[in-house]
């Protein structure tokens, strides 16, 4: 007797790729559908939708009024903010209102954290966020990112400052981007591997494209913003001069931590920004960029230091502390850190 509706076992059918969602690959890779695994999934998938919102005003930014350019106020950054940076923080805030899951959202837009009073009695999350990586290539129409981190939180936030988010990267749940380029394609870690989604807009749905991504041991990209090169420590420069006299290796930029960090996971090589003289600790910040990338990086096979130390080991002491980041390759992270560890030495030797 032939089996008259044989069972579509495998993913490679389309029909199943098709319905390969992303809340759906959350639940399978927690293998569980209990309470808590209905929540990530529920939470990234709120996360989906900001990601889609943030896409579609993207798309038609250059057509519409009061959407690109900057608003003409600072952040606690010290940054001028785009329009897109608000717009974008606002998206994440929106998203997650009467969703019962996310009760603090800390944003790199915002000083404090910002609390859904309705949530917090019963959501225990909290959603670290940098909504529009890469700013300055908001108005010229190349690509940016959103990153993210899901904490769970840790006792009773009394003062409103969430102390418990000043912990080492190895807390985190969950950490992801968005990236909106070409296509726009949502990458992200529970903890059990980094798989890519790609959005189809005809469904409205991001995709499973790619699982268990790991990232090469070495390859030939270093990612570095040269212009700063007379304001680093001279390991930087040995570890430039090193790039710039052997064979096989190639400069990619881009301004966006997100598009850099994208195709070094899928090509190999480095990203860095070293400490400055101005700005030692450098420029990005380690809650919502340099922790959750971190933590993608190792679930890949891959590695992120400040220089001296594991990202994901270091604990910061507010929640816009910045941190020197080298991510990447783990041979190409080793390499950077072996000119820094020389230069300690000869400094110890003095
Ligand atoms: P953001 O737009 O969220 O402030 O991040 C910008 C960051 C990062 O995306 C990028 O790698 C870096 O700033 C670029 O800095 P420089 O322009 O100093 O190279
Ligand atoms: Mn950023
Ligand atoms: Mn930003």
Known sequence: MVDAYPQLTDRDTLL???CTTLSRHVL????????????LSAIMTRIALAGKLIARRLSRAGLMEGVLGFTGDTNVQGESVKRMDVYANEVFISVFKQSGLVCRLASEEMEQPYYIPENCPIGRYTLLYDPIDGSSNVDININVGSIFAIRQQEGEDTDGQAQDLLQSGRNQLAAGYILYGPSTMLVYSIGNGVHSFVLDPSLGEFILADENIRIPE???????NEGNFWQWEESYRDFIRYVHRHEGYTARYGGALIGDFHRILYQGGVFLYPGTGKQPDGKLRLLYEASPLAFLVE?????ASTGTQDILDF???????????IIGSKNDVALVESFVKERIREKAVL
Do not use: T
Not at 28 to 39: G, N, P, R
């Open 28 to 39: 399978e890779q927690l293998h569980s559908f209990s309470a808590e695994a209905q929540d």
């Open 16 to 18: 199943d790729r098709d």
């Open 218 to 224: 070495h390859g030939p990209i270093y990612s570095v």
């Open 315 to 325: 604990v910061p002491d507010r929640l816009h502390a910045r941190v020197p980041l």
């Open 299 to 303: 679930q890949a096979g891959g590695r």
